[in-house]
Every structure is written in structure tokens, then in C-alpha cells.
């Protein structure tokens, strides 16, 4: 069956980075974009960006374009998400989602992993 | 840029009644809008895809509608299970509505 197992939570202090991390299982990885999405605290959803697991093309909306890295293995069917010089309004929890060339939805999501940004 | 609004922003019914959400588009998006039913300390779960198809495992008491501008997601008798959060999504550029809450 298909998965996307997230990293754990984490702690951040503002300032620093960090990296979530989609690991797709039951499906070929190369063959579903991944997408981005967060959740702040009692807020609605907020999507960031994807990338094409199949070539590394990358996309984010502009709000991010200075701090979001998306990257992959494929050798390992992990998507990676790192969001630079964190702020107290990053904290949230994170999301992959998967999406099938052509089409416009996310048909499977991660469990989610929430990232504390706390000094 | 597209922006989605819902309405109603909270939806307090029964079970066994009829509940009917909207959501309006900015600029037209076809049929390519997506509706999402998210429940507390979960992950959203998509419920709609293309304006009017179930996505895999949805019951047929969800049903969707609508395309241009004007989207509707129908519950035909809500479950206890129905309460939650719904979201829908357009295309354009992946931004979602703001949500219904739904509570029973």
C-alpha cells in the first residue's frame, strides 16, 4: 500500500534550519510529484513548493524562494524538505503529499512532523 | 493570484441531516478544484477530485459539484464520523481555501 512515512518532530532554535524528510513506500517514487504543505498551529493549509522526483525540477511559491530547499534520493524514495533562518511563525507541522503527473490533487499525505521554532 | 473562500466558515448539524459547503474562486479553474476533509491531530484526506469525483474509498454520501467559479461538496446524511474540517484546492496555483468547520 502506498506511504509517505515523515521524520520525527523537532525543536528549532529562530535562526537555524531544518530539513523534514517524505519517505515514499508501495509505489514507484520516480513516477508522483511530491508537494510541500504546513499547518500552523489552529491555521488552515499553506502550500510551499514540489519537486519532480523523477528529474529534481523544483518549484515554491515566491514567500519561500529564499528559504526552501527541495530535494530527493531516489536511491532511498525520500523527498526532502529544509527551511532555512527559521522565524516563531514557522512553527508548524509540515506535510509531503503525493501527486500524480496530470492531474491536481495530493492522493496520499505524510503523517505530518511538527517543527517548534523556540528560543 | 487565485484565492479560494468557503462558506460557511462553521456548520453546526445533526446526524442524518444534509450539509452543503461551498467554495468560490477568484478567476475560473475549470473543474480542477479538489475538497479535503481534515480531523483533529490528523492528515487532510482527499475526499474530491476534479469538482465531482470520489476519490478511492470515499462513501457515496460525499458528493461534489460545480465548475468556473462555484463549488459545492455535498454530505447527503451526515455520520458522526463527518465532523471535521474541510479544505478544497484549486490547481491554479495549489493554494487552499481558508476551510468549513463542520460539527456535529
Known amino acids: 500500500q502506498v506511504q509517505l512515512v515523515q521524520s520525527g518532530a523537532e525543536v528549532k532554535k529562530p535562526g537555524a534550519s531544518m530539513k523534514v524528510s517524505c519517505k515514499a513506500s508501495g509505489y514507484t517514487f520516480t513516477g508522483y510529484y511530491i508537494h510541500w504543505v504546513r499547518q500552523a498551529p489552529g491555521q488552515g493549509l499553506e502550500w510551499m513548493g514540489w519537486i519532480n522526483p523523477n528529474t529534481g525540477a523544483t518549484d515554491s511559491i515566491q514567500k519561500f524562494k529564499d528559504r526552501l530547499t527541495v530535494t530527493r534520493d531516489t536511491s532511498i524514495s525520500t523527498a526532502y524538505m529544509e527551511l532555512s533562518s527559521l522565524r516563531s511563525d514557522d512553527t508548524a507541522i509540515y506535510y509531503c503529499a503525493r501527486l500524480k503527473p496530470g492531474t491536481y490533487h495530493f492522493d496520499y499525505w505524510g503523517q505530518g512532523t511538527l517543527i517548534t521554532v523556540s528560543s | 493570484e487565485i484565492v479560494l473562500t468557503q462558506s460557511p466558515a462553521t456548520l453546526a448539524l445533526s446526524p442524518g441531516e444534509r450539509a452543503t459547503l461551498s467554495c468560490r474562486a477568484s478567476?475560473?479553474?475549470?473543474?480542477?478544484l479538489a475538497w479535503y476533509q481534515q480531523k483533529p491531530g490528523q492528515s487532510p484526506r482527499l475526499l474530491i477530485y476534479?469538482?465531482?469525483n470520489r476519490a478511492t474509498g470515499i462513501p457515496a454520501r460525499f458528493s461534489g459539484s460545480g465548475s468556473g467559479t462555484d463549488f459545492t461538496l455535498t454530505i447527503s446524511s451526515l455520520e458522526p464520523e463527518d465532523f471535521g474540517l474541510y479544505y478544497c484546492q484549486q490547481r491554479s496555483n495549489w493554494l487552499f481555501g481558508p476551510g468549513t468547520k463542520v460539527n456535529i
Open positions: 478567476q475560473s479553474v475549470g473543474s480542477y
Open positions: 476534479e469538482a465531482s
